[in-house]
């Protein structure tokens, strides 16, 4: 069946102590020499020597110095078994590979003028013979040779040692990198590229230089890149106790990049729209999500690179926790409400519908077909909430001691799941057995809250049941360990602090639930409390009480925590838009709601802005048995449009009192004022068929948030301006790819069944490059997950069109393509006609999908 399961996992049979490669790096042909330090496992003798090694073309091989006979070994383009070796020796091998053919950004490729590398997950057996498993460490040396004039800057991992002319126009660049590190962390990077720097000293006062490397013309906009880079370094140091551990720590900015960016040791290479970034060319968003990336990456040094994996089914090891660790980066550098805002919406949108569709799978996973599929929602987000849900069970500073005793116990390791865990039951003192269900079970926890109050007595009872809804190949699930944190209300607003009585763990405002059904009970109330569960998503978890609008509304001006009253607000909307009996009560409750926050001027802007923002179409959708989709988006622009009406005098006050604090530059108070603006403005064009104010930001803006935002408008409410200003827009920024992947977004996104036609006719003109990942992700990521309307247009065209462009692109980038293909994740809960017409595109692809990466997914779609 193609499945590769955790409970087979062996220790590698073969050690490799060091590792020493020679470059002679040309785009169209690269020799690589491998020379490998082999070691057998004493505890598994005999065993036969097999290396990784994938499309390579083998063109020396010797053992212990001499060159080794056919008879000595086989090679069939995927492994390469060396005969009659049983004890320690040095095995050589010399491989041409070919980067500039390599449109799977896999191993060696070229991007631009530079050549660049991408291992993780099981790329570097594209460029050596290796065992390419994240639990082979070697100590690495990694000499780079090339032409001077075409790749006058040469790069590798870990820290220079020397440079030198060879003589011939070509010149040569020695790296060792001393900590013992997998070969998916393996990287080079060579080219003509320009560098930001600077200097710092650690805290443990190593000196360190920081260079942030673009293509010449790019490098100007690599200064915020840098000093996110000082931040990361700074807040690791702060909050974790963790030091920078190499002499350099180098970023490389690529324009072709399968995914956001990369950890590789001492040089991270990442897609440029994580590193180019000024007020001219990039949004407010751009900047906090190159923060973000930045920050994720340089922290997966300790949390990845210093304590690695031992296997693949370990990802969200490295990628939950690192996850966990970049978002407590921002919550702790800018607002903690907001950023728990934006990753609830994310869990919501796009990681809770991934749980409840074909493509659910635990956090740990225990068999795959293909890793590189995994890189999903599931490892990172919600991988990223349990580690969440643990630091909220033993407190912050037994977290710490927990981190702190995990790194120690497992530096230079290639650790488990199971060692993360030890470490923090040894650190908290706690038994983690059940919360590790967490990792095992897939699907979201819902939780289900009943009241009950007796007047006679003044008792008032909450029951909480929990369960988890069944996921492919796990049909029963376990109790888990939940934290729901709580609050009541009494008649006058304030908080009821005395605990209840409970069969769960109760401390602090929050119950540990571990059984199916939990009771908590006060006694001797005066009158029915009004409860509040929670707070700040302590759980990721669906929660469902039968809150009366009245009690909602209310509890949305009672709650201190600015989280739950968003998350109020949200519900209100969610009732508003999904039928419930009281739809009617809750868009009034929402209006009056909203209209408060919008006279509110000691609110926070940005806060406003996200309460103004409804939930999405994935995230109402997930909520329902079945998705009508024209009846869900006919719904929500109904909403939308009425709220416009009723709130215009608002909205236009705080628009126009907000254009002056707009102005301030990258400080938190303009960004928040934009971020209200603009919110406000998209309201307002509903109003306006003119779009005038749209179009008057469009022609002032000295920010691109402003610009793009009033380009949005224009185009998605087919304003007359609509083409004059998407032609400015596109001719301005023509030689700027990742501005130009914007206005292509927006085309795609517009709220249109004929934006289909508009998609297709750009894939004919030269803006269609489609061995350019963002590119790709910019026309037809956002057509797919951005835009139903076309994409689920009720003539099955938008699938159709999907399915043929993942088969165009399975060929090109098999990742990029499957990530396309996830779009169809929910396809059973679309409801008739577009159910069939789904699965008749799905099946469409059956036999023609060559990468394993699609066949895996295409298996478990029509599973
Ligand atoms: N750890 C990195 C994952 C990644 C990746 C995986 C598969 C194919 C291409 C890739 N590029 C980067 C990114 C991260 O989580 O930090
Ligand atoms: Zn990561």
Redesign the pocket.
Known sequence: DGFIHLADYRPPAWRIPSAELQFELGPDATEVTARLALSPDPAQPGEALELDGEELELLAIALDGQPLPPERYDYDGRRLRVHGVAADCTLETRARIHPAANTRL?GLYRSGRLLLT?C??E?FRRITFFADRPDVMPRWRIVLRADRAAYPVLLANGNPVSTRELGDGRHEATWENPHPTPAYLFAIAAGAMERVSSTLETMEGRRVELNIWAEPGDVARCAYALGAVERSLRWDERRFGRCYDLDVFNVVAAQD???????NKGLNIFNARYILADEATATDADFLAIESVVA??YL?NWS?NRVTLRDWFQLSL??GL?VFRDTEFSADLHSRALKRIEVVRLLRSRQFPEDAGALAHAVRPDRYREI?NF?TMTI?EKGAEVIRVLHTLVGEAAFRAGMDRYFADNDGRAATLEDFLAAHAAASGRDLAQFARWYSQAGTPELHVTDAFDAATGDYTLTVTQNTPPTPGQPEKLPLLVPLRFALYDASGRAITAPPEADAVVHDGLAELTAPTHVLRWRGLGARPLPAFNQGFAAPVKLHFDYTVDQLARLARLERDPFNRWDLLQRLATDALLGAAHAEAATAALGDALADLLADASADPAFVAECLALPDFDTLAEALPEVDVDTLVARREELLDRLAEEQVEGLQARYDALADAARGGLGGEAMSARALRNACLAWLTRLDPEAKLAQAQFDAATTMTERLAALRCLLHFQAPGADAALQAFRDAHAQDPLVTDKWIGLVATRPDPEALDEVQALMATPWWKPANPNRVRALLGSFARSNPLGFHRRDGAGYRFVAGQVVALDAINP?VAARLLGGFESWRRWASPRRELAREALASLEGKLASPDGRDLLQRLLG
């Open positions: 896999e991408q993780e997950a790329g990049f399968t995914m956001g960016a990369m950890e994720h990456e997966h990845g490295k990628e690192t590189s890189y990172y990742q």
